[in-house]
Every structure is written in structure tokens, then in C-alpha cells.
């Protein structure tokens, strides 16, 4: 006999922290941890399927990033793939210069191992971008100096939704190498929130690396990949075994190589769809937020083209954002405060920091970013909650300034 739990309704919110895998990314990996267990190494046919099924998957990828196969690097996560880019370029190409351009608005991912390389004798310049959190490309390449090897500008910021205009910087990279006879700086750019809804085109976007990950994309945790331009060099950050090409030691996780590759050929697939589902779901929230509750503010860019069509940040006046994520939590409604990365500490984000929010506005802000699940149901559903949880706290807010 089986106990039936009667269960609560949950909405999921925060896909910007991880998606759930697709059901048919899951059945194409199953094999892969079954009857095709082989080591890609390994030079009988067991060890020959498995390898086979990376390069199916490195070349469904890189035509996906109008790119060459060799050029694919897979990884153990999305961090791992800016760590490698980050310091890969560093070691590899410090000799030429010392000097690397990134902004204040990257993920953790990115700014800690620039820290790093600044204590290495690195010098780094974080761009910050306008109070709507877009970036101008002129204060970029302006930043350009002799020595700079390296620009590292996010495709699209995992908290606010701001997409980087990354061709038309791209393009500016481009102009001054060849103006000044150089092949520096480099240009490298964090795509894993971008992956679901944004061209990938790397030619397009005049990328030399580009990180992607697999769970944001409905595909597998634990896995990435660094898009690497043929002829740029970096050096290896995991040493052991000859895999990828001698760039990432250590047996292929065939499995997430596998669901990588099916992610984002479904999201490539359903492209449009998805964009024009998240979007519209997202218009019909904010609206629904703005008649509703008083004293918001969107941060971020408006919602349209500079916009993530799935991300909705939003500034309640007057309220300690952690105190309603618990709230919306026990009615079954998860969503997030910031980034997830630094959900267990109470710092405001640095993100909305550096839009020029203040430290209690950005302490109030709630994250909502939608997916491919959501429903009209879903928003009507946290719309029965969030105005009197919002209400509420207010209320405790103003007894306590009392
Ligand atoms: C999630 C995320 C990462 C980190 O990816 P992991 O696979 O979790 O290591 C890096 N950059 C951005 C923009 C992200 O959203």
C-alpha cells in the first residue's frame, strides 16, 4: 500500500540558478551510464562507441556555434570553462602582456580568478555598466591599452537580464587589431545564460572563447564547454591524461557530453517558441506585478531585445528580499534574492551594486526568471501570494523603523 501525500503545488522561478533536464536529454545520456559504459580511451569497440558519441556530440555543438569541432573543449561546469579561458590566456600569453578588461556585472565565475590574477601581478579594469545595467562599448574599447591580452565581457547577466551588445564590441575588438597589427586582445565571453535564447553564432559575434554550460540549458549539471578560435593558444588548468587534446585531463564524462549536445540542439530547435513562451509569460507577470503591488522597480534593461525574455528582477520598496523568499517558499513558490552563487551570504548583489542601486534596494529585490514548464497558471498562482507577503512585510518594516 502506498501512502498518497497530498502535495502542495510547487512553481519553480529561478531558472537562472539550473534548469530541469529535458526528459529527452535523459533518455539519450541513459545508455551512456549503461551498455555503452566504455572508457573513450579505450581502442576496443566499447571504448570506440563511446568515443564516437562525443564527436557526434562536438559536432552537433559546433555546428550549432558555427564552429569547427576541434574547437570545443568539454569541461566539468561553467566554471571551470571561465577558469580555463581566464587563466588559460593568462599563462598562455603573459609574456605579450599583462592587462585584462572584464566588467563589474560578471559571475563569480569570472571575477574571482581575475582576483587571482591581480594578486599574479595582472592588471584588471572592471567596466561598470549604466544604471540599467547595459554596457557602452566605447568605455570598453577605449580601456584598450599595448598590453591588454584579454576583454571578457558576459553574453547575458544571470541577475538583471542585460544582454551585451557582444557583435558590435566584437567588431570594435576586430578594428583594433587590425589597426594595430595585433592579434590582441582576445575576446572571450560567459554565455551560459544566453545559451537558451540568444544566437551562438560564433563568426557572427567575432567570439575567440565562448563558455557554455549545461545546466541552464535543460541539460545535465556538471558539465560545460569552452569554444576555443582555431590558432588561439591557452594552457591547460587540469593536467593528467591526453583528453581534449591536452587541454582537460581526466575521463570524459560521456553521459553529460551526450545531454549537452541534446540540450542544446532542442533549445536550438524550439528557439523562437521558447523566446516568444518566456517572454510572453514574463509581460504578463510584470503587469500583473504593476497593478498589484506598489513601489516597484524593474533594474535591469525594459523588457525587449536588451532584456533576457525570462528574467524579471525586481526592487519591492521595503522589504528584506530573504524574509520573502521564505515566505513564497512555504507556499511552494521558489524564486531567488541575487544569484544563487551567493545565496548564503547576506551581501546585497553586487550586480545591482554596480548599476548604482542602493544597498537596501538592492536587499529587496527578488529574482523571478521563467521557463519552459511555466504556465499563465503558474504567475496566477504566485499573484494569490506575493502581494499580501509583500503587504506583510512592509508592515513588519515599518514597525521596526518605528
Ligand atoms: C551558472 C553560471 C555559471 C556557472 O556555471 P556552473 O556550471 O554552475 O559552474 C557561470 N556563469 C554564468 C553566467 C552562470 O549563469
Same mark, same amino acid.
Given at each position: 500500500?502506498?501512502?498518497?501525500?497530498?502535495?502542495?503545488?510547487?512553481?519553480?522561478?529561478?531558472?537562472?540558478?539550473?534548469?530541469?533536464?529535458?526528459?529527452?536529454?535523459?533518455?539519450?545520456?541513459?545508455?551512456?551510464?549503461? !551498455?555503452?559504459?566504455? &572508457?573513450?580511451?579505450?581502442?576496443?569497440? =566499447?571504448?570506440?562507441?563511446?568515443?564516437?558519441?562525443?564527436?557526434?556530440?562536438?559536432?552537433?555543438?559546433?555546428?550549432?556555434? &558555427?564552429? /569547427?569541432?576541434?574547437?570545443?573543449?568539454?569541461?566539468?561546469?561553467? +566554471?571551470?570553462?571561465?577558469? *580555463?579561458?581566464?587563466?588559460?590566456?593568462?599563462?598562455?600569453?603573459?609574456?605579450?602582456?599583462?592587462?585584462?578588461?572584464?566588467?563589474?556585472?560578471?559571475?563569480?565565475?569570472?571575477?574571482?580568478?581575475?582576483?587571482?590574477?591581480?594578486?599574479?601581478?595582472?592588471?584588471? +579594469? /572592471?567596466?561598470?555598466?549604466?544604471?540599467?545595467?547595459?554596457?557602452?562599448?566605447?568605455? $570598453?574599447?577605449?580601456?584598450?591599452?599595448?598590453?591588454?591580452?584579454?576583454?571578457?565581457?558576459?553574453?547575458?547577466?544571470?541577475?538583471?537580464?542585460?544582454?551585451?551588445?557582444?557583435?558590435?564590441?566584437?567588431?570594435?575588438?576586430?578594428?583594433?587589431?587590425?589597426?594595430?597589427? +595585433?592579434?590582441?586582445?582576445?575576446?572571450? +565571453?560567459?554565455?551560459?545564460?544566453?545559451?537558451?535564447?540568444?544566437?551562438?553564432?560564433?563568426?557572427?559575434?567575432?567570439?575567440? *572563447?565562448?563558455?557554455?554550460?549545461?545546466?541552464?540549458?535543460?541539460?545535465?549539471?556538471?558539465?560545460?564547454?569552452?569554444?576555443?578560435?582555431?590558432? !588561439?593558444?591557452?594552457?591547460?588548468?587540469?593536467?593528467?591524461?591526453?583528453?581534449?587534446?591536452?587541454?582537460?585531463?581526466?575521463?570524459?564524462?560521456?553521459?553529460?557530453?551526450?545531454?549537452?549536445?541534446?540540450?542544446?540542439?532542442?533549445?536550438?530547435? &524550439?528557439?523562437?517558441?521558447?523566446?516568444?513562451?518566456?517572454?510572453?509569460?514574463?509581460?504578463?507577470?510584470?503587469?500583473?506585478?504593476?497593478?498589484?503591488?506598489?513601489?516597484?522597480?524593474?533594474?535591469?534593461?525594459?523588457?525587449?531585445?536588451?532584456?533576457?525574455?525570462?528574467?524579471?528582477? $525586481?526592487?519591492?520598496?521595503?522589504?528584506?528580499?530573504?524574509?520573502?523568499?521564505?515566505?513564497?517558499?512555504?507556499?511552494?513558490?521558489?524564486?531567488?534574492?541575487?544569484?544563487?552563487?551567493?545565496?548564503?551570504?547576506?551581501?546585497?548583489?553586487?550586480?545591482?551594486?554596480?548599476?548604482?542601486?542602493?544597498?537596501?534596494?538592492?536587499?529587496?529585490?527578488?529574482?523571478?526568471?521563467?521557463?519552459?514548464?511555466?504556465?499563465?497558471?503558474?504567475?496566477?498562482?504566485?499573484?494569490?501570494?506575493?502581494?499580501?507577503?509583500?503587504?506583510?512585510?512592509?508592515? $513588519?518594516?515599518?514597525?521596526?523603523? =518605528?
Amino acid at each position: 500500500m502506498s501512502i498518497q501525500v497530498k502535495s502542495k503545488r510547487e512553481v519553480y522561478l529561478d531558472h537562472a540558478a539550473t534548469t530541469a533536464c529535458d526528459t529527452d536529454v535523459v533518455k539519450a545520456m541513459l545508455p551512456y551510464f549503461g !551498455v555503452k559504459f566504455g &572508457n573513450p580511451s579505450s581502442l576496443y569497440t =566499447k571504448g570506440r562507441e563511446a568515443h564516437g558519441a562525443i564527436n557526434d556530440s562536438r559536432k552537433t555543438i559546433a555546428k550549432i556555434l &558555427n564552429a /569547427l569541432p576541434e574547437n570545443i573543449i568539454f569541461t566539468g561546469s561553467g +566554471t571551470e570553462s571561465d577558469n *580555463l579561458a581566464l587563466f588559460g590566456i593568462a599563462r598562455a600569453h603573459q609574456t605579450k602582456g599583462k592587462h585584462i578588461i572584464s566588467t563589474a556585472i560578471e559571475h563569480s565565475a569570472v571575477l574571482r580568478p581575475l582576483e587571482e590574477l591581480q594578486k599574479q601581478g595582472f592588471e584588471v +579594469t /572592471l567596466l561598470k555598466p549604466n544604471e540599467q545595467g547595459i554596457l557602452d562599448i566605447k568605455q $570598453i574599447t577605449k580601456a584598450i591599452r599595448p598590453d591588454t591580452i584579454l576583454i571578457s565581457v558576459m553574453y547575458a547577466n544571470n541577475e538583471m537580464g542585460a544582454v551585451a551588445p557582444l557583435a558590435d564590441l566584437g567588431r570594435e575588438i576586430l578594428k583594433y587589431r587590425k589597426e594595430n597589427k +595585433t592579434v590582441y586582445p582576445y575576446f572571450h +565571453t560567459d554565455a551560459c545564460q544566453a545559451a537558451g535564447y540568444l544566437p551562438l553564432d560564433v563568426e557572427k559575434l567575432h567570439i575567440d *572563447l565562448m563558455t557554455i554550460n549545461g545546466s541552464k540549458v535543460y541539460g545535465p549539471k556538471g558539465i560545460g564547454l569552452l569554444y576555443v578560435r582555431r590558432g !588561439v593558444k591557452i594552457a591547460p588548468l587540469i593536467l593528467g591524461g591526453e583528453q581534449e587534446k591536452n587541454l582537460r585531463g581526466g575521463t570524459e564524462n560521456v553521459p553529460a557530453i551526450v545531454g549537452l549536445a541534446k540540450a542544446l540542439e532542442i533549445s536550438q530547435t &524550439n528557439f523562437q517558441k521558447e523566446y516568444d513562451h518566456v517572454e510572453n509569460l514574463s509581460q504578463y507577470f510584470y503587469k500583473l506585478l504593476r497593478e498589484n503591488i506598489s513601489d516597484i522597480k524593474l533594474n535591469g534593461p525594459q523588457i525587449g531585445d536588451e532584456r533576457l525574455p525570462n528574467n524579471l528582477n $525586481i526592487a519591492f520598496k521595503n522589504i528584506e528580499s530573504e524574509a520573502a523568499l521564505l515566505y513564497l517558499s512555504e507556499n511552494g513558490i521558489m524564486c531567488s534574492a541575487g544569484s544563487a552563487c551567493t545565496a548564503s551570504s547576506i551581501d546585497p548583489s553586487h550586480v545591482l551594486l554596480a548599476m548604482n542601486l542602493s544597498p537596501q534596494l538592492a536587499q529587496s529585490s527578488l529574482r523571478f526568471t521563467l521557463g519552459r514548464e511555466n504556465t499563465k497558471a503558474d504567475i496566477d498562482y504566485v499573484m494569490k501570494y506575493l502581494p499580501n507577503i509583500i503587504k506583510e512585510l512592509r508592515e $513588519i518594516n515599518q514597525i521596526n523603523s =518605528k
